[in-house]
């Protein structure tokens, strides 16, 4: 005798799923890499601005650690280079493939060394002076340098060997601290622009790609696997006796295994993470920078209202943590992928832009945020 489930039972079992492991954790670690990279970032910037003032011969003058920071132009643009990196990698990537493994490792072993210097660097620094080794044409290195890259190159081995999706996450997580932290967004009209693009992006490629292609072009690149090199090697060296190496899942998303249901799992593209990511991090800086210009003014400031307690990083990210809620319950509802740009872009860019106008800030975030002005006594936090 079979029984249809009651509206109660199906909700429960929503409720569930949302409360699995995998689900959790799609709340919690990009929220963490945000916040982390974007501390990074910020300390990155006041740790230049302190060597600058000192600028002595040695050091001579500083270029910021090599951040790159977008124009109008690139925030455009950026949206365009991503769909044709997609369709190439749609098109060519059984062709390809061996090039897109080799040039991912080489990148994520760079991005998780920068992940794991801070580690090092806190393990060795009651046995390490900050002398430099000298490595020839390579450059001069810490040793805390040289052991999270060589850390970072044994991870990156390992997951060649292996395929964990545990590696692979590691190796993602890299990938999202160095970009948020090495690129920058100088104004919230560049954000603006550039969230709202790659909005239009992701909606276009998830819901219409597959009238034009015959097929989910963001869903396929996604979930293809390349071949490992390991194998590639043992056949043109003739290792007949070798073992068969698993196909390598390429970082591009981070992959969370559910622990209450074998073989369900919860996946998040990195983009979904970095560029709202590099909108938290903007908005870290203009209030870092307006604390400072607040400290810097005329005493007698009076005390600040109950709105302007809550920074502007705070409110994206909670307006992030909604939007990754909503993009959970839309999977759910729809059984199907769904665009979380569609969903975080709004929760956080909105909240952020009504908060500025309410604060005043808006005219002065949208175009010049990092100019320095005379700033009135009764100035808001």
């Given at each position: 005798m079979s029984s249809i489930p009651s509206q109660t039972e199906v909700n429960s079992s929503q409720m569930y799923s949302?409360?699995?492991?995998?689900?959790?954790?799609?709340?919690?670690?990009?929220?963490?890499?945000?916040?982390?990279?974007?501390?990074?970032?910020?300390?990155?910037?006041?740790?230049?601005?302190?060597?600058?003032?000192?600028?002595?011969?040695?050091?001579?003058?500083?270029?910021?650690?090599?951040?790159?920071?977008?124009?109008?132009?690139?925030?455009?643009?950026?949206?365009?280079?991503a769909s044709v990196s997609l369709l190439v990698m749609f098109f060519f990537f059984d062709s390809m493939q061996m090039l897109f493994?080799?040039?991912?490792?080489?990148?994520?072993?760079?991005?998780l060394a920068f992940l794991l210097l801070p580690m090092c660097q806190y393990i060795m620094k009651p046995c390490t002076e900050k002398k430099k080794i000298s490595l020839g044409v390579c450059g001069r290195f810490t040793p805390a340098e040289l052991v999270a890259f060589s850390l970072s190159v044994s991870i990156v081995c390992i997951w060649v060997l292996t395929g964990h999706w545990l590696l692979m996450d590691a190796m993602g997580m890299g990938l999202c601290v160095a970009f948020i932290a090495f690129v920058r967004l100088p104004s919230l009209k560049v954000s603006t622009l550039l969230l709202t693009g790659l909005l239009i992006y992701d909606v276009f490629w998830v819901f219409f790609s597959s009238y034009i292609f015959s097929s989910n072009v963001m869903v396929r690149v996604a979930t293809k696997t390349a071949d490992n090199p390991v194998n590639l090697v043992a056949r043109r060296l003739h290792i007949n006796g070798a073992k068969e190496?698993?196909?390598?899942?390429?970082?591009?998303?981070?992959?969370?295994?559910?622990?209450?249901?074998?073989?369900?799992?919860?996946?998040?593209?990195?983009?979904?993470?970095?560029?709202?990511?590099?909108?938290?991090?903007?908005?870290?800086?203009?209030?870092?920078?307006?604390?400072?210009?607040?400290?810097?003014?005329?005493?007698?400031?009076?005390?600040?209202?109950?709105?302007?307690?809550?920074?502007?990083?705070?409110?994206?990210?909670?307006?992030?943590?909604?939007?990754?809620?909503?993009?959970?319950?839309?999977?759910?509802?729809?059984?199907?992928?769904?665009?979380?740009?569609?969903?975080?872009?709004?929760f956080t860019l909105f909240p952020l832009l009504t908060m500025a106008y309410l604060k005043g800030d808006l005219r002065r975030m949208w175009s010049e945020p990092f100019i320095a002005t005379n700033l009135p006594k009764n100035l808001d936090v």
């Open positions: 949302l409360m699995d492991s995998s689900r959790v954790s799609t709340f919690l670690i990009p929220m963490l890499l945000i916040v982390y990279g974007s501390f990074r970032s910020l300390n990155m910037e006041q740790e230049a601005k302190l060597k600058e003032k000192e600028n002595t011969p040695k050091d001579g003058c500083v270029n910021d650690n090599n951040v790159q920071t977008l124009d109008t132009m690139q925030a455009l643009c950026l949206p365009l280079g493994a080799i040039c991912t490792a080489i990148i994520a072993a760079i991005a190496v698993p196909k390598l899942s390429l970082p591009g998303k981070l992959v969370f295994p559910s622990m209450q249901n074998s073989g369900h799992f919860s996946m998040l593209g990195l983009g979904d993470i970095v560029m709202p990511g590099l909108l938290l991090c903007f908005v870290l800086r203009y209030d870092a920078y307006k604390r400072a210009q607040l400290n810097s003014a005329d005493a007698g400031v009076p005390p600040t209202k109950h709105l302007n307690r809550i920074t502007y990083f705070h409110c994206s990210l909670i307006g992030y943590f909604f939007g990754l809620l909503t993009a959970t319950v839309s999977s759910e509802v729809f059984k199907a992928a769904q665009p979380a740009l569609l969903y975080l872009v709004p």
